[in-house]
């Protein structure tokens, strides 16, 4: 593959750039395949080059798919870690996540959050990352770790949600706790086993019906329950259905 | 990680890094042309999918690292080639056979085109 010297310099520009992406990577995988990518991205833009097409299509495929590398290599990455080396990932995402609405502070007068506030949510979303970690580490497909991402995030949602009603001085939101007491019911009695959660999870989501059928009788509001409450059943039948998909894989 | 079973299906991609190293070693970029050329254009991966797959071959022992070396056709930069092992060979052949009892029960139902079954 011979190309002119202009195309030559703007594929090392290229490739520089690639470098950079590729310092994502976990540092054991970088030193391992981070030269060889490097070359490959390389031939990839001179093979482009040399058939006169433009480069702008290829960068796209190649910085998305390398992306998508990243993340799952990073995934791979902490899941080899230290409980204690997670744990402390967790601690710098949710500094980072308290950031938000501190900034926010700054430019808005309607963000208007007490050191209380960040208190409790700091606690809510490290209590949440320290629930994935002990309950994730008893599963070993992407599956089972994905079910419990999403029941976790569910319950952590839920809880967030009547906080924020409860501090407006809305006490409607007290029902939807019901889904949080089934859900951790139903994981005590499945054992944190997946085909047993997978029926806790899809006993939580009839709950959540219940409950929205209750609360839509009480207040009327139908639109904003079912629109509620139907992201919630979705979350938690989602949760259910990769539960029963891990609990096939680990029966096979 | 632990070895999968010979037996075991395997994805889109590892069976078609398989196929191209089973020939002869090659390396990154080789594999990637290869893999296109194979599918006749249909299988694209990108220079993540690539490693991503080579990574976890590496350590399912399907594959390994040989000698790191120039490549004649291409230019003066020393790249690590990679190898097929003969577990992976072993993987690939029971990966083949599978297909060869999915096309056989498929011709036995008549399902295949014409062309198709005649090649069969």
């Known amino acids: 593959m011979v190309c002119p010297v202009g195309y030559r310099h703007s594929v090392e520009r290229y490739r520089r750039l690639y470098a950079v992406l590729i310092r994502l990577y976990p540092k054991p995988y970088r030193d391992r395949f981070g030269e060889g990518m490097q070359q490959t991205f390389r031939d990839l833009c001179r093979e482009r080059m040399a058939s006169g097409k433009t480069l702008l299509a290829l960068l796209v495929w190649v910085f998305i798919d390398t992306s998508v590398g990243i993340a799952k290599e990073r995934i791979a990455h902490m899941r080899e870690q230290s409980f204690s080396k997670r744990m402390a990932v967790w601690g710098i995402v949710v500094a980072c996540v308290l950031v938000i609405p501190l900034v926010a502070m700054q430019f808005t007068s309607e963000v208007v959050w007490g050191l209380a506030d960040f208190v409790v949510a700091g606690i809510l979303l490290f209590g949440a990352g320290l629930v994935y970690e002990l309950v994730s580490s008893r599963g070993n497909s992407l599956a089972y770790r994905m079910a419990v991402g999403i029941a976790v995030a569910a319950a952590l949602l839920l809880i967030w949600m009547d906080l924020a009603l409860a501090t407006e001085g809305d006490n409607s939101g007290g029902l939807i706790y019901v889904g949080v007491v089934v859900l951790g019911i139903g994981a005590v009695i499945a054992r944190l086993r997946p085909r047993g959660m997978a029926r806790a999870l899809f006993a939580t989501a009839v709950a959540q019906v219940v409950v929205a059928v209750v609360a839509m009788v009480a207040w009327g509001q139908y639109v904003e329950f079912i629109i509620l409450n139907g992201l919630f059943i979705a979350l938690w039948v989602g949760s259910a259905l990769l539960f029963r998909r891990a609990s096939v894989t680990a029966s096979q | ?120």
């Open chain 2, 1 to 120: 990680m632990k070895r999968k079973e010979p037996g075991k299906p395997l994805t889109p991609a590892v069976l078609h890094i398989l196929l191209a190293l089973s020939t002869r070693e090659r390396h990154g970029y080789a594999i990637m042309k290869q893999v296109k050329a194979d599918s006749d254009g249909k299988v694209k991966m990108g220079p993540g999918t690539l490693y991503g797959s080579i990574g976890r071959m590496i350590q399912a022992g399907l594959i390994c690292e040989g000698d790191k070396k120039r490549d004649p056709e291409m230019d003066d930069e020393r790249r690590i080639y990679y190898k097929i092992t003969g577990y992976g060979r072993e993987a690939l052949r029971a990966e083949l056979e599978r297909y060869r009892e999915v096309v056989t029960v498929a011709k036995e139902k008549q399902l295949l085109p014409d062309g198709l079954s005649r090649g069969v």
